[in-house]
């Protein structure tokens, strides 16, 4: 019966993750420009539509990312979009 072989050595290539990591570190704001508003109702739909008036949405990607309701008619969400339409 043959024996099965061992894996290589990976002491190499984690070496090789370890540098690339820290020479080109993560994009902790992703690719997209964020900006969280807590408005009332009514102003909230004024300044969404707003940012899709500004950086329309088939060149930005703009969209709203997440939405709550809060007490009374106070509404806080989060809009995104692309930092340019490049």
Do not use: C, N
């Not at 900006?35 to 088939?58: G, I, N, Q, V, Y």
């Amino acid at each position: 019966m043959a024996k099965i072989p061992a894996g290589p050595p990976l002491d190499g290539l984690r070496r090789q993750i370890a540098r690339h990591r820290r020479e080109h570190p993560a994009r902790s704001d992703g690719l997209f420009v964020r900006e969280t508003f807590r408005l009332e109702r009514s102003a909230a739909r004024a300044k969404a539509r707003e940012w899709f008036d500004t950086w329309p949405k088939a060149a930005y990607w703009t969209e709203v990312e997440s939405w709550r309701q809060l007490e009374g008619d106070e509404i806080e969400f989060t809009m995104r979009r692309l930092p340019s339409a490049d």
